[in-house]
């Protein structure tokens, strides 16, 4: 069936270095790939996204990079700051449905 | 924009009761909702599909008749555990989507505690 895996599990960086979490999926006829942010006990929220006739985007620190034909997509956090600090979940779907993965638990010092 | 309410927030209830969680677009008019299950440090298991003004999409493994949905308007679906047992305890959460279905923006989800 449909399976999104996200590596690593848990990541910890200092303050002010690079952040990398990859993602890989099995249903090619995924068209969108959100990356959401969760803090302990709240809501997961949308960080940025990316459809499949794009490559690459990028939102100030934030980038979401996109290999439609490895079925491989990747979040790269620069300059990282502790707020940074929670689980992020990628996905991958379409209009119908999401599936995601199994989340990063990212821990930035200070 | 984009405000999606869950409520209750939290529900602790006696095995056997029937619990109803609402989930609410607060400001768009949500064509799609979908409900989800988190278990403590897992990801978020979709659940099911619902759609306004027709039976929702369940997921497989997911029983429809334990776990009722409505969606009875752009802006109000309810999911009931019915029946609820220990092992229904979980954090529900629910996300709603213009039409075009992405991208999906989350409630503060519903923690589930079954006695």
């Known amino acids: 069936g449909e399976n999104v895996e996200q590596h690593p599990s848990t990541l910890s960086v200092q303050e002010g270095d690079s952040a990398v979490i990859k993602c890989t999926y099995s249903?090619?006829?995924?068209?969108?790939f959100p990356w959401y942010k969760q803090e302990l006990g709240k809501r997961p929220q949308l960080i940025i996204d990316?459809?499949?006739?794009?490559g690459e985007k990028k939102d100030q620190r934030i980038a979401v990079t996109l290999n439609k034909t490895a079925k491989h997509f990747s979040l790269h956090i620069t300059e990282t700051q502790p707020e940074d600090s929670a689980v992020y979940f990628c996905?991958?779907?379409?209009?119908?449905?999401?599936?995601f993965g199994t989340g990063t638990r990212l821990q930035v010092f200070p | 924009g984009a405000v999606v309410s869950q409520h209750p927030s939290w529900v602790i209830c006696k095995s056997g009761t029937s619990v109803k969680i609402e989930c609410r677009s607060l400001?768009?008019?949500?064509?799609?909702m979908f409900w989800y299950r988190q278990f403590p440090k897992q990801s978020l298991m979709l659940m099911a599909t619902s759609n306004e003004g027709s039976k929702a999409t369940y997921e497989q493994g997911v029983e429809k008749d334990k776990f009722l949905i409505n969606h009875a308007s752009l802006t109000l679906s309810t999911l009931t555990v019915t029946s609820a047992h220990p092992e229904d305890s979980s954090f529900y959460i629910c996300s709603a989507a213009l039409t075009g279905g992405q991208p999906q923006h989350f409630g503060d989800g519903t923690r589930l505690s079954i006695l």
């Open positions: 400001d768009f008019q949500a064509t799609t």
């Open positions: 990316i459809r499949s006739n794009v």
């Open positions: 996905a991958a779907g379409n209009t119908d449905k999401l599936i």
């Open positions: 249903d090619s006829a995924s068209n969108y």
